[in-house]
Structures are given as C-alpha cells and as structure tokens.
C-alpha cells in the first residue's frame, strides 16, 4: 500500500519509512509529494493531535496517511514534558534545547526516582475520513547525560528497560544505553513507535475489509480490549476505547 507520511520531522520520517516499509508499504512524505502544508496541534492529547495531522495532510494528498504524535513522560515531573515534549524550550524542533531543559529540571532527582516513558499515538487516515488510532508505549528513565548519536529528540537521554534482539524478541536493557545508542533492529522491537506500528499492522487488514461497501466513516481506537482506560499525565488524558 502507498501510504503518505505526514511529518516534516527527518528523523521521525526515518522510523517511520524503516517500519512500514519493513511490513511491504511504500511509503512517501508529505514533503515529497508537494505538500507544505503544518497543521496546528491543537489536541490536548498524542492521539488527538495524531487525528488532526493525520486527517489534514491525507485531505491534501488524496492517499491513506499515516501521522503520529508522540512525546516523552516524566514521573517525577507529573508527565511533563507530554504532548508538549517538542516545544518543551518554548520553541518548537529544538532537541538541544529541549534536552537541556529535561535535565535541568531533573537536577538533584536520583535515578531511581528519574522513571519516564515515551508514548506513540499513530492515526492512519482513509480518504473518506475512515480512522485507525493506536497507542504505543516504552518505559525507561531519564539519563543524567547525553549518549549516542543515532536518535533524534530526547533520544540520547532516555534508557529504554529493554532492547530488541536479532532472532526476535527483547532483553533487559542490560547495559543501560540509551535510544540513541541502540541499532535500529534494537530500537524498533521495543520503541513507544515501533509498539504502536506493530499495533497498526496487525489491525489494519481486519480494518480495512470491514470498511469495503461501508457508508459512514467508523473509528476504531487501539481497539482490541473491551474497556475504557484513562492515563492521566501533565494535565493530558489519553483515553482508548472500543468502538
């Protein structure tokens, strides 16, 4: 399937063309097939502001389109940065910035209290307005500095619990490196983005066949559990429902 991307963030483009075209997609950016178009964010959660870039470049592109929002969880500071993770500096895509800021506001914090997560929520939008949303998450913590270089983001400060291993499947993070200095194979089994597009792969053809013939748009959020669960970080909610 030809999906387009709807980021104008480089490394995210990376990931996400590595995973998708990891499960047989081709994928294009927005950026390649002349769209210039920056919707604004203004969702109060990662799914939210997923729907919002995922709906407008996909009306622009006339192409199933695949965005996703994503940001980092700080324990000790109530969730933060959150849905505001690339602006956190005040200025938005200043990963430097960003980083410095993480670690001034963790000065003193020891690492046992330094516990985090990173969430993924993709939005994969039909023409038509048919939507698949679904969350993925990778627990960690914060590093006290900076390590490695194949990242992006907050990348070089967070230390997944696990990493992924060659044959398939995930190990303890034994040598506490961080995202950034992890293989790509490493990174992809266990990142809040890989978890969430695993998620998407094995929904998307159940998705897609209830939608042949079908009138209305229908929207099934990380839907394989029958419950309601809230998560309450920084002020965000992250809802996932049933439908």
């Given at each position: 399937?030809?999906?387009?991307?709807?980021?104008?963030?480089?490394?995210?483009?990376?990931?996400?063309r590595r995973i998708l075209e990891a499960q047989g997609h081709t994928v294009k950016s927005q950026k390649e097939l002349g769209i210039t178009l920056e919707p604004e964010e203004t969702g109060a959660t990662f799914a939210e502001n997923a729907r919002i870039k995922a709906r407008a470049i996909c009306e622009a592109a006339g192409l199933p389109t695949l965005a996703d929002d994503s940001g980092l969880a700080v324990d000790a500071l109530d969730g933060a940065p959150g849905v505001y993770s690339a602006r956190y500096c005040g200025r938005h895509g200043d990963d430097e910035a960003n980083n410095d800021k993480l670690l001034a506001a963790l000065s003193g914090v020891e690492e046992g209290r330094r516990t985090a997560k990173f969430v993924s929520a993709v939005c994969f939008y039909l023409p038509g307005g048919r939507q698949l949303t679904v969350l993925g998450e990778c627990p960690g913590r914060v590093g006290f500095e900076r390590a490695g270089s194949n990242g992006f983001g907050y990348d070089p400060l967070f230390i997944p619990d696990e990493v992924g291993l060659a044959g398939g499947g995930k190990a303890p993070n034994a040598g506490g490196r961080s995202y950034a200095q992890l293989e790509d194979w490493e990174k992809d089994a266990i990142s809040h983005r890989g978890v969430a597009m695993a998620k998407l792969d094995k929904e998307l053809p159940a998705f897609?066949?209830?939608?042949?013939?079908?009138?209305?748009?229908?929207?099934?959020?990380?839907?394989?559990?029958?419950?309601?669960?809230?998560y309450k970080r920084d002020g965000d909610r992250l809802t996932r429902t049933l439908r």
């Open positions: 399937m030809l999906i387009c991307a709807a980021t104008g963030n480089a490394g995210k483009l990376k990931e996400i897609l066949a209830a939608g042949e013939g079908a009138g209305a748009p229908i929207t099934a959020i990380e839907g394989s559990l029958g419950f309601e669960q809230d």
